[in-house]
């Protein structure tokens, strides 16, 4: 499976809503190496990064996915439209059971699940967010 399917499967799960007003924007680029890696962990990560996204942007918004290639490394890009982390709770969002969303609607476990996938693969996590905009950018070895 490659980067993209992998990301297309998440996508699906998210299907239904994905079509009531969230626009998919998807810059795939064409020419990145097949990544080795656990496909059904990858797919966790996706997963999780656009439930995140997805809570944040509500009903309407636009979710941005780009898949690029740097030197070695496979860069994607997932950023939302939605409320954004103010960078005092940015500092907390990897921590396993963190949470700012109400009691049962969130565990507080994705991004700590994230974290330890990309840590795996020998990768990076980095979040970027302002109000109406906010990147998490991952940054995985391509291992040949
Ligand atoms: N794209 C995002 N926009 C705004 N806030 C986010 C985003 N992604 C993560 N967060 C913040 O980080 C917190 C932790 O995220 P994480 O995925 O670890 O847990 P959760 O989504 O609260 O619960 P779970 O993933 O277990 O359902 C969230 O509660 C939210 O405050
Ligand atoms: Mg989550």
């Not at 490659?2 to 998440?10: C, D, F, N, R």
């Not at 990544?35 to 309407?60: H, K, R, S």
């Not at 907390?92 to 507080?108: A, H, L, N, V, Y």
Request: contains cysteine; negative net charge.
């Amino acid at each position: 499976m490659t980067i993209t399917e992998s990301i297309e499967v998440a996508l699906t799960l998210y299907q239904n809503r994905l079509k009531q007003g969230i626009q998919v924007i998807r810059r795939y680029d064409a020419h990145v190496l097949l990544l080795l890696c656990n496909p059904d962990e990858l797919t966790q990560v996706w997963v999780n990064l656009i439930d995140n996204a997805l809570y944040a942007m509500g009903q309407q918004g636009s979710l941005e996915i780009v898949v690029a290639q740097r030197h070695d490394r496979i860069v994607v890009e997932i950023t939302d439209s939605g409320c954004g982390i103010s960078l005092e709770t940015q500092t907390r969002i990897f921590e396993p059971f963190f949470t700012t969303k109400p009691r049962g609607e969130g565990s507080g476990l994705g991004l700590d699940i994230v974290r330890q996938i990309v840590q795996k693969h020998n990768g990076d996590i980095q979040v970027q967010s302002q109000p109406g905009r906010t990147t998490f950018t991952l940054l995985l070895p391509i291992m040949s």
